[in-house]
């Protein structure tokens, strides 16, 4: 699949736009199910960070959209109730694997949990799969279990932690299934010889590999990272200008992919996500 014109490192959407986006994705992506009562607005602007006028502005658009409705006596609730997937999807003749990389806070865990939800795939994510023994391991290391920038952890355990996501995706591929993989990927996707490598791999299984980048501006990432409250980005947070200097915005990894962009501006999600299984469904 061809790569998208990149965006403008500069191109920033609206504060309330990045509230609605990000609660949309978590509707879209089932971590908001139906009937789930939502903050006030006062509680979501504090939770945001920001003043009630973006909150409260992020909601009236939600609600427009049909994703939030207000009742009487309960309050603003999430009314996606069309949101479980048709048991129709069929099983692709050929294993299918969904590679999705992206930086922290891009929404990848996110597109990878909305494409679960309507192929029926397995999914898999690298923290939910790993994190409970890297974070056993960093500490019998004597290193802190959040860490996640030193030598340790990125030369030591991060190369193991890799590895055994990829084979979980072998095994499962063996088996006839297809998958979704999420994690960074940073370092392997700028690997031509990883990518090569893991192309080869999967199609000795006789699998179909399908790269997929998710781009996303800064503000929208930020407000991902902190809307997670998870104990690795603390380093990222707390020293956010040194960390988002160090990111490529306009990655682009070294091998044929998609590009998904996550940015407050952009398309829905949800809508990207139908159409890329559109599309692997014509290959």
């Given at each position: 699949m061809s790569t998208p014109s990149t965006r403008p490192e500069a191109n920033r959407g609206p504060m309330w736009s990045v509230i609605a986006r990000t609660i949309r994705n978590e509707i879209e992506a089932g971590r908001l199910r139906h009937g789930q009562p939502l903050p006030s607005t006062r509680a979501l602007a504090d939770q945001f960070g920001v003043s009630v006028d973006p909150a409260l502005r992020a909601m009236r658009e939600l609600e427009k959209e049909g994703l939030v409705v207000t009742k009487d006596r309960v309050g603003r609730i999430v009314n996606n109730p069309d949101a479980e997937p048709s048991q129709s999807s069929a099983t692709p003749t050929v294993p299918q694997v969904v590679l999705i990389g992206g930086y922290a806070g891009s929404g990848k865990t996110e597109l990878g949990r909305i494409l679960a939800r309507r192929s029926h795939w397995p999914m898999l994510d690298k923290d939910t799969t790993t994190r409970p023994v890297v974070e056993a391991a960093l500490e019998q290391l004597g290193v802190a279990p959040s860490d996640r920038e030193s030598d340790v952890y990125l030369n030591v355990i991060r190369p193991t932690e890799y590895e055994a996501l990829m084979s979980t995706m072998s095994e499962n591929v063996a088996c006839g299934n297809s998958a979704i993989v999420t994690a960074?990927?940073?370092?392997?996707?700028?690997?031509?010889?990883?990518?090569?490598?893991?192309?080869?791999?999967?199609?000795?299984?006789?699998?179909?590999?399908?790269?997929?980048?998710?781009?996303?501006?800064?503000?929208?990432m930020k407000t991902y990272i902190k809307q997670r409250g998870a104990a690795r980005d603390s380093n990222k947070l707390s020293n956010w200008d040194q960390?988002?200097?160090?990111?490529?915005?306009?990655?682009?990894?070294?091998?044929?992919?998609?590009?998904?962009?996550?940015?407050?501006d952009a398309s829905p999600l949800q809508d990207q996500a139908i159409e890329l299984l559109r599309q692997l469904a014509d290959r």
């Amino acid at each position: 699949m061809s790569t998208p014109s990149t965006r403008p490192e500069a191109n920033r959407g609206p504060m309330w736009s990045v509230i609605a986006r990000t609660i949309r994705n978590e509707i879209e992506a089932g971590r908001l199910r139906h009937g789930q009562p939502l903050p006030s607005t006062r509680a979501l602007a504090d939770q945001f960070g920001v003043s009630v006028d973006p909150a409260l502005r992020a909601m009236r658009e939600l609600e427009k959209e049909g994703l939030v409705v207000t009742k009487d006596r309960v309050g603003r609730i999430v009314n996606n109730p069309d949101a479980e997937p048709s048991q129709s999807s069929a099983t692709p003749t050929v294993p299918q694997v969904v590679l999705i990389g992206g930086y922290a806070g891009s929404g990848k865990t996110e597109l990878g949990r909305i494409l679960a939800r309507r192929s029926h795939w397995p999914m898999l994510d690298k923290d939910t799969t790993t994190r409970p023994v890297v974070e056993a391991a960093l500490e019998q290391l004597g290193v802190a279990p959040s860490d996640r920038e030193s030598d340790v952890y990125l030369n030591v355990i991060r190369p193991t932690e890799y590895e055994a996501l990829m084979s979980t995706m072998s095994e499962n591929v063996a088996c006839g299934n297809s998958a979704i993989v999420t994690a960074p990927f940073i370092r392997e996707l700028s690997d031509r010889a990883w990518c090569e490598r893991t192309a080869a791999s999967i199609s000795s299984l006789n699998a179909e590999l399908h790269v997929v980048w998710v781009r996303c501006d800064e503000p929208t990432m930020k407000t991902y990272i902190k809307q997670r409250g998870a104990a690795r980005d603390s380093n990222k947070l707390s020293n956010w200008d040194q960390y988002i200097a160090s990111v490529d915005l306009n990655f682009t990894p070294a091998i044929e992919h998609t590009v998904i962009d996550n940015s407050a501006d952009a398309s829905p999600l949800q809508d990207q996500a139908i159409e890329l299984l559109r599309q692997l469904a014509d290959r």
